[in-house]
């Protein structure tokens, strides 16, 4: 099974910054990636597929990027309801699909 | 619009039984997968079961295989997931979620509010 490792496990940061998290796969997924937003008690919200394919209706300040096993999410200016929890997930090699543990983006 | 609405879960002794239900709606149900995925309390997303579009491609996470069981009904928009000897650590809550653009075990574009599952004595 393929493992993917995101960091950091959590980060402050306050509105207007920009935001980058990681998340590293145990090989190559060929840009089979997928960034969800979690708000508590919510359900995910897909953001990006295909590592740099904005889902329709998320805001442009969200961005993808990476190859092999390398991806980022890039939140270009931080808006107040962006703070949540994040996940990737890879769809390269399945089943399983895999997830990443999640980073809790806080208010600094 | 596009809704997916969980139902079925509760609290369950270990070894007993649930069956998990979505219904969906808004869009063309038996052209899609579909994907369950679950989340522990204060934990991440872990991925449970997916089932094709016609149910000939159906897969499960190996902790949960031979006890889980996954089907749909698409004249009646609805998919199911059908646990018995549940476990302890099969507490989370419960998402059904729509495989995007029609293919099969990919990125998850429209999730339920979820089902919280609790087994428990």
């Known amino acids: 099974d393929i493992q993917m490792t995101q960091s950091p496990s959590s980060l402050s940061a306050s509105v207007g910054d920009r935001v980058t998290i990681t998340c590293r796969a145990s090989?190559?997924?060929?840009?089979?990636l997928a960034w969800y937003q979690q708000k508590p008690g919510k359900a995910p919200k897909l953001l990006l597929y295909?590592?740099?394919n904005l889902e329709s209706g998320v805001p442009s300040r969200f961005s993808g990027s990476g190859s092999g096993t390398d991806y980022t999410l890039t939140i270009s200016s931080l808006q107040p309801e962006d703070f949540a929890t994040y996940y990737c997930q890879q769809y390269y090699s399945t089943p399983p699909a895999t997830f990443g543990q999640g980073t809790k983006v806080e208010i600094k | 619009e596009v809704q997916l609405v969980e139902s079925g879960g509760g609290l369950v002794k270990p070894g007993g039984s649930l069956r998990l239900s979505c219904e969906a709606s808004?869009?063309?149900?038996?052209?899609?997968?579909m994907s369950w995925v679950r989340q522990a309390p204060g934990k991440g997303l872990e991925w449970v079961s997916s089932?094709?579009?016609?149910?000939?491609?159906?897969h499960f996470t190996d902790s949960v295989k031979g006890r889980f069981t996954i089907s749909r009904d698409n004249a009646k928009n609805s998919l199911h997931l059908q646990m018995n000897s549940l476990r302890v650590e099969d507490t989370a809550v419960y998402y059904c979620a729509r495989d995007r653009g029609e293919q099969y075990l990919v990125s998850l574009d429209y999730w339920g509010q979820g089902t919280l599952v609790t087994v428990s004595s």
């Open positions: 090989q190559g997924i060929s840009n089979s």
């Open positions: 808004g869009f063309s149900f038996s052209t899609y997968s």
């Open positions: 295909a590592a740099s």
């Open positions: 089932i094709s579009s016609m149910s000939n491609y159906i």
